[in-house]
């Protein structure tokens, strides 16, 4: 196959990501060199495929019939066109891209660079890329297309132009926290997306607000699930008796009538996992003691996160590492401190959430049904929370992603971020780290609006 500069493969891709995600750190595959082999980059198809139905919660989304037009069902990585890098994770690299035919069409590719990883992160890696195949809900991502190419795996998600929950949090005014009815809202969403993930019997072990991207129009969607892990749920349905207060004809509340309720839950009790994994401010206790836990740690990081929106950071954040998880492990309760605007319903969930005991956690019993039934969430009708608009909240620009992706070279924040992705190249010599592929390199193109990936042979000359 002959390429030339016209067919050079490009990405498009922007980061959402913070110091408490992202090691910061360089090391030797810090910058972008992909080394693929030629004839598998055409070769390799999703193993993803669209759907031959519409999913339902994604009736509009136009994503999945422009993979369709674009590739006749058989997905490519030369199908797609990169524009910016976005940051780099755990286990890989992120970017934004989209299809060559279909610029609106926006896209997350997750690359991860299999050879540099350890056994036990690979692992990681498969147990990512199959929960992913396993989702279909508004709140999560959805994965179009898994792509193997040479040493490496792409996935291929949602992107989220909005930025994560924690950068947002730093946009408030002194770091203070969301209002009140902004935290509700998110962490509303966030519990529908853990009772989902529970419900298939996935504890995700990994909730915080990086973790929490904002789509376009201000809903939330969990990412990065290579830390979870898998366990037997069984769903039943419970009928209760609960005490709901009624009117009478002329608008006063009267004794509360007694109604049987029956409702749905699939809580995995039964998970349990002796790995110590996440992020040290929000590690729940039997975690850090590494005598087992199971589905209380997600409920553990449900509690720390609403006080982390709520009061800007964690309540056991110490001066290093080890205080943290000295302050997790103590015997000591969390209390939370008087703050405008924090009502005592939201404190009060707080403290049940972070009850150092799971057996006596709300939540670890039967799930997102108790923790739904909270004053806190009085009000809503979780059937229809998807109809609920998000709070307007200083940061959040409700925006839709436009089909113009070529950047502007007389913006000065634009040619600062080109600068800074200097470190892909080196006085434009293509950087080269594998002489048994035919390498792509990372450098912009003739008229400066991309850095592009420029196929060379072993020797550094272009590809004939």
């Known amino acids: 196959m002959s390429m030339d500069d016209d067919t050079d493969l490009e990405f498009s891709f922007t980061s959402t990501t913070t110091d408490r995600t992202f090691t910061t750190s360089s090391s030797a595959r810090s910058s972008l060199t992909l080394s693929f082999n030629e004839s598998l980059l055409l070769s390799t198809t999703a193993l993803a495929p669209a759907p031959a139905t519409t999913l339902h919660h994604r009736k509009w989304d ?5 993979i369709m037009a674009a590739t006749h069902g058989n997905l490519h990585l030369s199908h797609l066109k990169l ?69 490496y795996t792409c996935l291929l998600i949602d992107y989220c132009p909005n930025g994560d929950l924690h950068a947002l949090l730093r946009k408030q005014p002194s770091n203070r926290g969301l209002p009140l009815h902004a935290v509700r809202f998110f962490a509303a969403e966030v519990l529908v997306a853990l009772e989902y993930l529970h419900a298939l019997g996935v504890v995700y072990r990994d909730l915080k607000p990086e973790n929490i991207l904002l789509r376009e129009n201000g809903h939330i969607m969990l990412s990065d699930f290579d830390l979870c892990f898998k366990a037997d749920v ?42 110590c994994v996440g992020t040290h401010e929000y590690l729940a206790p039997e975690l850090v003691s590494g005598n087992g836990h199971g ?82 969430f009085d009000g809503i009708n979780w059937p229809l929370i998807r109809n609920y608009k998000p709070p307007e909240v200083r940061g959040l620009v409700m925006k839709r992603i436009t089909s113009n992706v070529t950047h502007n070279n007389n913006n000065i924040n634009r040619r600062c971020w080109w600068k800074k992705l200097a470190v892909f190249t080196k006085k434009n010599k293509i950087i080269t780290s594998r002489i048994n592929y035919q390498n792509l390199s990372f450098r912009k193109n003739n008229n400066g609006n991309y850095y592009q990936y420029h196929y060379v042979n072993s020797k550094g000359g272009k590809c004939v």
């Open 295 to 376: 589905n209380g740690v997600d409920w553990w990081a449900f509690g720390i996160l609403i006080y982390e929106l709520l009061y800007g950071v964690t309540p056991f954040k110490g001066g290093s590492k080890e205080s943290t998880l000295r302050n997790i492990t103590s015997n000591k309760q969390v209390r939370c401190h008087v703050a405008e605007g924090a009502a005592a319903e939201a404190r009060d969930l707080i403290e049940k959430l972070l009850v150092k005991d799971p057996r006596e956690r709300l939540g670890c019993a039967r799930g997102a049904t108790d923790i739904k039934r909270h004053p806190f």
């Open 234 to 275: 069984v769903p039943t349905l419970q009928t209760n008796r609960v005490l709901r207060p009624t009117r009478n004809r002329f608008g006063c509340f009267r004794s509360p009538d007694e109604e049987e309720l029956t409702e749905f839950v699939a809580e995995p009790v039964t998970a349990f996992s002796k790995s």
């Open 62 to 66: 136009p994503h999945w019939s422009a």
């Open 83 to 151: 524009v910016r890098h976005l940051g780099t994770g755990n286990l890989g690299r992120v970017f934004l891209c989209h299809l060559r035919d279909c610029n609106s069409a926006t896209f997350a590719l997750k690359v991860i660079d299999k050879d540099s990883l350890t056994p036990k992160k690979l692992s990681h890696v498969q147990m990512e890329a199959e929960i992913l195949s396993m989702l279909v809900h508004p709140y999560l991502p959805t994965l179009y297309a898994r792509l193997d190419v040479s040493h």
